[in-house]
């Protein structure tokens, strides 16, 4: 069996779902351990997190990932046990096979293969993993990145393993994310009988001038690197059941997904002045999960785009959609960063997988960076 493969099903068949580890961060820590790297269990409450490197100065190329996974969903809606990795007409199946098991063992063969044909190698490689991605994302990679500055340890080039590809191995390439700002509005009035509105205030009708007035804002243009900033409702919720009584509170849910043409706080500014305009007795809660970020082109960014033509024989797109990755916490340290991993067709879905022929090429992809960044 081809050795990514191999460990991949391995991974798959430890057990994972946020935040538990399952025993797949002890695995990833032996293989590293038997080629040089000097490993270190960075542990938050009930999450499991660690740090390797190898060498001692130098540039450092970190690869970064997360053991954890999404919960499987209904098990008697999987054609075969989440986790128990099968091979069907060329794929592989199993929870986490996408997102990221597939891309923590291309890691670790591709490290494999390059120390055994180029020990003396110029600079650092690094692993930082983690079992809170998936989940709040409090007490992972936040954690390490907090380990490592007391460390007085600074990643000059990161290679986050999250599913990027679109429809072929390789296609996209993430150098960048969007910010993302949640908020919850809670819009107070006075509950009353449905047939006397003037002995009530409705918070739905306060509301909704307000809420069509922010779903209709032009926040900004984007530009080359990143969309325009979207603003989309998630959830409102007001009202005790009965058709015959006005709600006494409304809450409702937004997110925003930003570019680098706005900040959070011009983005809370200018929310709270178009709920000032209106007649509303409000409160709201801000949570900003991350900022954006970019990486453009320059060493990472080039070395990637030059491993995946190489292998594939096409050149990668550089993008910057999709949701949030562990990314947004490593790339405000200063670190160049950027995200290749397998197709993400079916990440987070019942039935997950990834092409077996995939595997192999992602290490080789992953190989092609460490040669390409570390042998000077």
């Known amino acids: 069996m081809d050795p990514t493969l191999d460990l991949c099903s391995e991974l798959i068949r430890r057990e994972s779902v946020t935040p538990a580890d399952g025993g797949c961060q002890a695995l990833m820590m032996s293989r590293l351990e038997a080629l040089g790297f000097t490993c270190v269990d960075v542990p938050a409450n009930d999450v499991s997190n660690f740090?390797?490197?190898?060498?001692?100065?130098?540039?450092?190329?970190?690869?970064?990932?997360?053991?954890?996974?999404?919960?499987?969903?209904?098990?008697?809606?999987?054609?075969?046990?989440?986790?128990?990795?099968?091979?069907?007409?060329?794929?592989?199946?199993?929870?986490?096979?996408?997102?990221?098991?597939?891309?923590?063992?291309?890691?670790?063969?591709?490290?494999?293969?390059?120390?055994?044909?180029?020990p003396d190698h110029t600079g650092r490689i690094g692993f930082l993993v983690t079992s809170d991605e998936e989940g709040p994302a409090v007490d992972g990679t936040v954690r390490v990145l907090e380990y490592l500055a007391r460390e007085q340890i600074t990643i000059d080039w990161c290679v986050v393993g999250e599913p990027s590809s679109a429809e072929r191995l390789g296609d996209v390439i993430k150098n960048g994310r969007r910010g993302s700002l949640g908020a919850v509005l809670t819009v107070r009035g006075v509950q009353?009988?449905?047939?006397?509105?003037?002995?009530a205030d409705n918070p739905i009708h306060r509301a909704l001038p307000a809420l069509a007035e922010l779903a209709a804002q032009h926040w900004d243009g984007g530009n080359e690197f990143f969309p325009p900033t979207s603003m989309q409702v998630s959830n409102i919720n007001g009202g005790t059941g009965a058709t015959n009584v006005i709600p006494g509170e409304l809450t409702v849910?937004?997110?925003?997904?930003?570019?680098?043409?706005?900040?959070?706080?011009?983005?809370?500014?200018?929310?709270?002045?178009?709920?000032?305009?209106?007649?509303?007795?409000?409160?709201?809660?801000?949570?900003?999960s991350g900022q954006p970020f970019l990486t453009p082109r320059g060493a990472l960014v080039d070395a990637v785009a030059d491993s995946v033509a190489a292998v594939t024989g096409?050149?990668?797109q550089l993008s910057t959609a999709g949701g949030t990755s562990d990314g947004?916490?490593?790339?405000?340290?200063?670190?160049?960063?950027?995200?290749?991993?397998?197709?993400?067709?079916?990440?987070?879905?019942?039935?997950?997988?990834?092409?077996?022929?995939?595997?192999?090429?992602?290490?080789?992809?992953y190989r092609g960076i460490l040669e390409r960044l570390l042998l000077q």
């Open 314 to 316: 096409n050149a990668p």
């Open 192 to 199: 009353g009988h449905i047939a006397y509105p003037h002995t």
């Open 51 to 118: 740090w390797a490197v190898r060498g001692t100065d130098g540039p450092l190329l970190v690869f970064a990932g997360h053991t954890d996974v999404v919960p499987p969903g209904p098990l008697d809606a999987w054609n075969s046990p989440p986790f128990t990795p099968d091979i069907r007409d060329g794929l592989l199946y199993g929870r986490g096979s996408a997102d990221m098991k597939g891309s923590l063992a291309a890691m670790i063969t591709a490290c494999e293969e390059f120390l055994a044909a180029h």
């Open 328 to 365: 947004r916490f490593i790339a405000p340290t200063g670190a160049q960063v950027v995200e290749l991993g397998p197709v993400n067709a079916s990440i987070h879905k019942l039935n997950e997988h990834v092409r077996v022929d995939d595997l192999p090429l992602l290490a080789a992809m």
């Open 253 to 288: 849910l937004f997110n925003f997904r930003f570019s680098t043409e706005v900040t959070d706080a011009e983005l809370r500014a200018r929310t709270e002045a178009i709920l000032d305009r209106h007649d509303m007795d409000y409160t709201i809660d801000w949570q900003l």
